[in-house]
């Protein structure tokens, strides 16, 4: 089939890498939001999905907004049969949706109709999931509502990060999503309809919802932690500045006790208390500083007695 890739960050490269190695599929166009500023000099620079199309060769897309009749001649013009997105960034209006003979198919990284949203496997590690998964399905206008064609499903370790979770599923995905279309062009996959129980959402999580509070149980911290770990990434307040926080590891019950936010530095490792045990303390990112173990950090704050996290 002639193919229209629609996708942005990192997480999109296997599946297009994957499009592209097809002997039954051509990619003749791919469709990223347009560059945006980087690093410290704030260059604008290609997102991963375009960068890897320009390496491709496969002309390459990026709108402002995906909208308008001339935007929709431009997708008309390639004679689509079908348009796979995966983490594109952008809602697609009915007219645009229209255009692919076989539609748009998604590839979203949860098992539907568990966390609809732009944070699944955020969502999912910090409710505690043990099964998340990827999912294909047909684009319709409502947030990740279209029915399904096919899952992978994925365990969540005890201390994995989003981002670790991710990656796994980003290669999984891209399986299903090849063999989705597959099965498309061959006419032996049918979309189901979502089931009308099981429905929870998973919005962008912000810097703001990514602040640890230290008074909440230490298997919440935990969770939280690990599910914005390494973005938008995990932070409390030291001192009055930000301290990034890398994922912790809770202590036993009755092993130590401390009020919550309270900081106690041994010589190997440095501890906070919660609401519930301890947390041992992994990476950290002072204010101006590199991400470093905590011991090492602490050695050179030089942390009274006494003193606590916010």
């Given at each position: 089939m002639r193919l229209l890739f629609a996708g942005t960050p990192e997480p999109a490269v296997p599946a297009l890498r994957a499009l592209l190695a097809s002997s039954r599929h051509e990619v003749v166009a791919v469709l990223t939001r347009p560059d945006a500023p980087s690093g410290r000099g704030r260059r604008l620079t290609r997102s991963p999905?375009?960068?890897?199309?320009?390496?491709?060769?496969?002309?390459?897309?990026?709108?402002?907004?995906?909208?308008g009749a001339e935007f929709v001649e431009t997708l008309r013009g390639l004679e689509l049969d079908c348009a796979p997105v995966v983490a594109y960034g952008a809602l697609l209006p009915r007219?645009?949706?229209?255009?692919p003979?076989?539609?748009?198919?998604?590839?979203?990284?949860s098992l539907l109709p568990a966390w609809r949203g732009a944070a699944p496997v955020q969502a999912a590690i910090r409710h505690g999931d043990d099964i998340t998964g990827a999912t294909t399905f047909r684009l319709e206008e409502g947030m990740d509502t279209g029915p399904t064609y096919g899952v992978v499903t994925e365990p969540v370790g005890a201390t994995d990060t989003a981002?670790?979770?991710l990656a796994r599923l980003a290669e999984s995905g891209a399986t299903l999503l090849t063999?989705?279309?597959?099965?498309?062009?061959?006419?032996?996959?049918?979309?189901?309809?979502?089931?009308?129980?099981?429905?929870s959402h998973a919005p962008k999580v912000t810097p703001a919802g990514a602040r640890v509070d230290p008074a909440s149980?230490?298997?919440?911290?935990d969770r939280l932690v690990r599910s914005v770990t390494p973005e938008p990434g995990a932070w409390c307040e030291f001192r009055g500045d930000r301290l990034g926080l890398g994922p912790v590891r809770p202590l036993r019950t009755g092993e130590i006790?401390?009020?919550?936010?309270?900081?106690?530095?041994?010589?190997?490792?440095?501890?906070?208390?919660?609401?519930?045990?301890?947390?041992?303390?992994?990476?950290v990112t002072a204010k101006g500083k590199r991400q470093m173990p905590a011991?090492?950090?602490?050695?050179?704050?030089?942390?009274?007695?006494?003193?606590?996290?916010?």
């Open positions: 999905v375009g960068a890897l199309a320009d390496e491709a060769g496969v002309p390459v897309l990026t709108p402002a907004r995906p909208t007219p645009v949706l229209d255009v003979r076989h539609g748009w198919v998604n590839l979203h990284f981002g670790e979770v063999a989705t279309l597959d099965g498309i062009a061959d006419g032996t996959v049918d979309a189901v309809p979502q089931p009308a129980d099981g429905v149980p230490a298997a919440a911290i006790e401390l009020a919550p936010g309270e900081l106690r530095v041994e010589r190997r490792r440095v501890l906070a208390g919660t609401a519930t045990v301890p947390v041992e303390l992994g990476a011991a090492d950090w602490a050695r050179g704050a030089r942390i009274d007695a006494g003193e606590h996290l916010t």
